[in-house]
């Protein structure tokens, strides 16, 4: 029951981070900025040189949405 209680505590908080980006506010101090992806608003895994998580960035790549970027398949 610990483990759901942590996973809804992330969530909220993702959340929040998420929305804060969304609104363009600054954090409250310097260290609590977050580098967001831009698309889902997903702190972890973020690739800053395309602004993305890892799992847009995987999806967009599959698409061919970005230029000179193939998902592998071996």
Known sequence: MAKKSMI??????????????LLGKKAKMGVRAYN???????TRSY??????????????ARRGEIPGLTKSSW
Do not use: D, S
């Open 47 to 60: 690739f800053r040189f395309f602004g993305l998580c890892r799992m847009c960035l995987r999806e967009h």
């Open 8 to 21: 809804v505590k992330a969530e909220r908080k993702r959340e929040k981070v998420r929305r804060a980006a």
């Open 36 to 42: 967001c992806c831009n698309q889902c608003g997903r």
